[in-house]
């Protein structure tokens, strides 16, 4: 049988393992997908490890994406312009190719469950490791504009400076922002467990789909909040999840799993 993994510190909450198994019912394909702990000094050690023993693909998570870009002899565009590395595969000749499915993972969920990107005005909250896999591929979209707002502006003036050959991208401060977005998507990683940072209200309003690239059993702080600012059109991050999933495993298998049946079967909190 093929073994996959997941790979991360800590990786004991990942819920990699279900989906792909869910997938591989779906599709009759035959594998087996498990976690792999893996100390923070180690990554290289178990993924050597892991392939060496015949394992066939690894996805990659925290604290890992940028040394599994080292690590690959080879990357897609869309890894080496993320600089993160979330889906590793063999070759045949043992050479280890490196991609990150997180940037289309949330555009599939995005445009299927929540607002179009084309000529959208999308802002982005947070200017962190997640938000650089994702931008080049909205960009990709043709949105209008998009906006990147972070704590310390210098590091979304940093991160859209990166990409303006690809699109209308700019960053700020979260303290300048002002409205009107389309689509405004959260990536503080505070918004997990903490508080919103204040924000201004103009930011949203009832037109704005407002999306969160974490989940939780209960609402996100994030979607709270604009929930109480009269935004109807609310998602999180589970069928980000799903979906980049869905295209690690077809990297892998070249079979592409249904989500939507997976995302609405395994979402937790059923919200
Ligand atoms: P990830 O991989 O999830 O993107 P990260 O690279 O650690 O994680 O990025 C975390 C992001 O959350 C950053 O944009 C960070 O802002 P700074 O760059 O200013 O540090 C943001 N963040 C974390 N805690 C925050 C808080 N309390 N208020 C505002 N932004 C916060």
Redesign the pocket.
């Known amino acids: 049988l093929d073994r996959y993994a997941v790979i991360g510190h800590p990786v004991e909450h990942s819920r990699s393992p279900q989906i792909h198994a869910a997938f591989a019912r779906q599709t009759g394909e035959a594998l087996v997908y498990d976690r792999l702990p893996a100390a923070p000094d180690a990554f290289v050690s178990a993924v050597d490890q892991f392939f060496a023993d015949g394992g066939a693909g690894l996805n990659v998570t925290?604290p890992f994406k940028g040394e599994a870009a080292e690590r690959a002899e080879q990357l897609t565009d869309r890894a080496e312009r993320a600089g993160a590395v979330n889906t590793l595969a063999r070759r045949d000749d043992g050479q280890l190719i490196g991609d990150n499915t997180d940037g289309i993972g949330l555009l599939r969920d995005l445009t299927a469950n929540l607002a179009p990107v084309q000529n959208a005005r999308i802002l982005i909250l947070?200017?962190?490791?997640?938000?650089r896999g994702v931008v080049p591929v909205l960009l990709g979209e043709r949105p209008t504009k998009l906006c990147v707002a972070?704590?310390?502006a210098a590091?979304a003036e940093a991160l859209a400076n990166d990409f303006t050959d690809l699109g209308n991208v700019s960053g700020c401060g979260?303290a300048e922002l002002t409205g009107d977005w389309d689509i405004v998507i959260n990536?503080?990683?505070?918004g997990l467990t903490?508080e919103m940072?204040e924000l201004p209200d103009t930011v949203l309003d009832g037109t704005t789909a407002a999306y969160d690239m974490v989940y939780a059993d209960e609402p996100t702080p994030f979607l709270r909040w604009a929930a109480a600012r009269g935004v109807q059109n609310r998602r999180d991050g589970f069928g980000m999840l799903v979906e980049q999933a869905a295209e690690s495993f077809h990297l892998w298998r070249g079979v592409r799993p249904k989500t939507a049946d997976v995302i609405a079967e395994l979402r937790p909190g059923g919200n």
Do not use: D, E, H, Y
């Open positions: 925290l947070g200017a962190g490791g997640a938000v972070n704590r310390t590091k979260l990536a503080i990683s505070a903490g940072p």
